[in-house]
Structure formats: C-alpha cells, structure tokens
C-alpha cells in the first residue's frame, strides 16, 4: 500500500446484509455524501445473488458519477457481522484476514459469507485501494468475562469458541456517542442504555463509553424478540422439538431464525403492519406487540442493575426510531427507575435526534437515528489515513447538530 493522495477523501461503504447489499459513498472532507442506495430482494429473481448484487451497485456509482475506479477514493469500508475474538478493531483486509472471516461463517451463515462476497467483489475491482473490515462484534470486545461467558464446561466453550460476542457494534457504538452529545455531556462520562431495534434487534449497557453488556451473544439470535428471530428461550425448547417434535437442526435453526419472533407470533414482521392490525382490535399482533415490548422492558430493568446510573435510554434504528407506541409501551411504569417518557414529545415524528422524556424523568429517554454507515467511513478512514482520532468527532458537533 502506498501512502493516501492527500486529495483522496472518499469513503466507500459496502453494508452487505442477507438479502440485501446498502452503499454509501462518503466524502471525508466535507461530511457530504455524493451517492448511496441500496440492492434488496437479493436470491428472488432478479438478482440472482450477492455478486451479482454488487455489479449492479458498481453500476449505480458509475452512473452517479462516482464509480469505483474513482482516484477520490481513499479506502472502502466494509460491515462484517462476526469477528469473533480475533478482530476487535477496524482492520485492514488482507487474504489471511478474508480466510479468517470465512472462518466464522458457521457463528453468522446469513451474514459473514455476504459481506466476504462484498469484500472479494470490491479487491478485485480495486486492488490497489485499502479495504477495511469494520466488524459488528468489535464494540462489544470489552465486556466483562462474567457477561460474555455462558455458565457452561469451560473446555467445551473453549473448544467450540461458545461465547457470547455481540453485534449491531458499530450502531451501538455511534448511537451510545451521540446521546452523550444531545445530553452535552462527555461519552466518558455517560451510562446509556442503547436499544437497536431493527429487523434484527439487540440492547446493550455502555459505561462511561465502553460496552458492559449486550443482548445478542454466540450469533445475532439470543437476547430481545425481533422480525423473525425468536431471542431469548429455554434452550431445552430446542431437545424438545427435535426429541417429540422430530425436528432436525437445521429445520429449528430456520424455525427460530427466519420464522420466529413477531413474524411466528402474529404472521407479520413489520411494526407498521401491526400496528395497523392492533388499532382493527386483531389480537394475535397485540400478543406479538407485548411480547416484543415485555422483552423489551426487562432488558432496561436488567441494564438498569448492571450500570448502576442510566443517565439516557437511546432508541434507534427502525423500529426505535419510528414507533411512538413501541417507545412508550417498552418505558410504561417505570417511573420507579427515574424514567418517564413525555407523550407530546414522543408523538413528534422526524428524522433528528430527540429528547422524548419528560422534564421530572431523572434518566433521558432519547431517539437516536443511527448512522453504521458514518462510523463505518469514520473508523476506515481514521486506520487509512493514521488520524489520531475518528472523525466522527468532528462530523457530530458537541451542541447544534440536534438542535
Ligand atoms: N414508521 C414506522 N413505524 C414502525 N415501525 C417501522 C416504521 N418504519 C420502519 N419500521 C420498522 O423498521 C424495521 C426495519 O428496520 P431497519 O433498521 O431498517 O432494519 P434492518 O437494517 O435490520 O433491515 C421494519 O421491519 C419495520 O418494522
Ligand atoms: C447482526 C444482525 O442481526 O444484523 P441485521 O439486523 O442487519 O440482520
Ligand atoms: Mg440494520
């Protein structure tokens, strides 16, 4: 790798998910953002399947005049799910780093084996350019033993690499930061509660900036009830449908991942629709909606033990960031713990991060709207360029950027 064109300032990022593949490209200099979209509904149809996808999104820079073979570029960034205990920093990609990734792809099939395709597509194209890996796992390296192990045999969790490790880092990671910003007050500083509740969802405690505990663990199925993952059950669950319900491991595997959560409840997985349904009386959304939200409130009474002081609950991502009803139901009655959402402040919709609490509530309630596309840039362009610290720093001014 030869030192960066100074006026290389360009960030490329690949999120490659498991159906679909989101980019943006980012300038570093400037914080605009000359191109971005997305790939969906990759493997139905049209798009047969990941590579296939990522022609179609160098297509589309090209034709917004930002293509790949651009010299503005400085790095591409790339969003790996699973790191496992080997890569808790952005790293820069290499064959031995790829092979390691496709290592892991047993601990994240839906995920790793997307982003390795993104990863293979992009050296290609570029060989000459810095690739960085920014891995989902990496902000949560830093919880403690006693949270990241399962009280199972030591040498059995050793041998199979049975821990919990964590993901949707890199959103808990901006979000944690900007919420310590909307409250003026410094990430060291700042005990938060992030709930990232997406398709896939997941809580973690973040102390003082630094991640203690997180609700995801070996892979993305354990911890808060999502689209179609089922999260926490009593893994006898698991012998019991294989035992009376001779059912093989991948066929429960697809069950509680692809059929599970508010999908296996109430036959939907988005929150709009059963909303919808709920305000027509249907019961089987309702029963859906207040598992998703009893899930919910446990895990802010159990992150409220393990931080000690919460000064703010952060909601983001899509359903954080979009339902009112999810909010409030998750935070109702726990005016005992210093939490009171504000309902007028809640029920305002927009796209900027917000105070939804109350003036009494002791702990801020907060919405967020995360950006894992900014910190992915952030953190490549910091390991590209030796920047002593992340842009993102300067990208979030302290007092006006959510004003
Ligand atoms: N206005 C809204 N009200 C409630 N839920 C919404 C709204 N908009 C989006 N969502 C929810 O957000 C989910 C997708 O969140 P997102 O963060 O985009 O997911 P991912 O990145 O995991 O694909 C959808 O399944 C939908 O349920
Ligand atoms: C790790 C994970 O669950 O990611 P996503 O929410 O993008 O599926
Ligand atoms: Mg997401």
Redesign the pocket.
């Known amino acids: 790798m030869t030192d960066p064109d100074p006026a290389a300032t360009r960030v490329l990022v690949l999120?490659s998910?498991s159906s679909?593949v989101?980019y943006q490209l980012l300038d570093m200099a400037d914080g605009s953002r000359p191109a971005s979209g997305i790939v969906e509904r990759i493997g139905e149809g049209e798009v047969a399947d990941h590579a296939a996808a990522l022609k179609i999104v160098a297509d589309e820079l090209a034709a917004q005049g930002a293509g790949l073979d651009s010299p503005a570029l400085v790095a591409v960034g790339h969003r790996v799910v699973h790191g496992g205990t080997r890569f808790t920093e952005p790293t820069l990609i290499t064959d031995d780093v790829v092979a390691e990734v496709e290592k892991l792809v047993p601990l994240a099939p839906l995920h790793n084996p997307a982003n390795i395709t993104g990863i293979k597509v992009a050296r290609r194209m570029r060989p000459d350019l810095p690739q960085v890996a920014v891995f989902d796992t990496a902000f949560h390296s830093t919880m403690p033993e006693h949270a990241a192990r399962y009280a199972i045999d030591t040498a059995t969790a050793d041998a199979y690499g049975v821990r919990r490790y964590g993901f949707h880092g890199t959103s808990h990671a901006y979000v944690s930061r900007a919420a310590a910003r909307l409250l003026e007050r410094e990430p060291g500083e700042t005990n938060t509660i992030v709930l990232?509740?997406?398709?896939?969802?997941s809580a973690s405690a973040v102390s003082g900036g630094v991640c203690v505990e997180t609700s995801m663990g070996l892979t993305p199925l354990e911890g808060l009830v999502m689209?179609t993952r089922s999260g926490d059950l009593d893994p006898a669950v698991i012998f019991h449908l294989a035992r009376v319900g001779g059912m093989s491991t991948d066929e429960i595997d697809t069950l509680l991942n692809k059929r599970s959560g508010?999908l296996g409840l109430c036959g939907d997985?988005?929150?709009?629709?059963?909303?919808r349904r709920m305000a027509e009386g249907d019961r089987a959304a309702q029963l859906a909606f207040d598992v998703y939200v009893h899930r919910l409130r446990k895990y802010v009474g159990a992150y409220t033990a393990v931080l000690g002081r919460v000064d703010a609950i952060a909601f983001?991502?899509?359903?954080?960031?979009?339902?009112?009803?999810?909010r409030e139901a998750a935070l109702r009655g726990l005016e005992g713990l210093g939490v009171e959402v504000d309902p007028v402040r809640n029920a305002v919709?927009g796209s900027a991060s917000r105070l939804v609490s109350s003036g009494n509530s002791r702990v801020a309630v907060a919405v967020i709207p995360?950006d894992?596309e900014l910190e992915i840039a952030d953190q490549a362009y910091a390991l590209v360029t030796d920047a002593a610290q992340a842009p993102s720093d300067w990208n979030i001014p302290l007092r006006n950027k959510y004003r």
Do not use: F
Not at 196 to 201: E, R, S
């Open positions: 999120n998910g679909s989101k990232h509740l997406g398709n896939g969802a689209g508010l997985n988005d929150m709009r629709e059963i909303g983001t991502a899509g359903v954080g960031e979009n339902s009112a009803a999810v919709r995360t894992e």
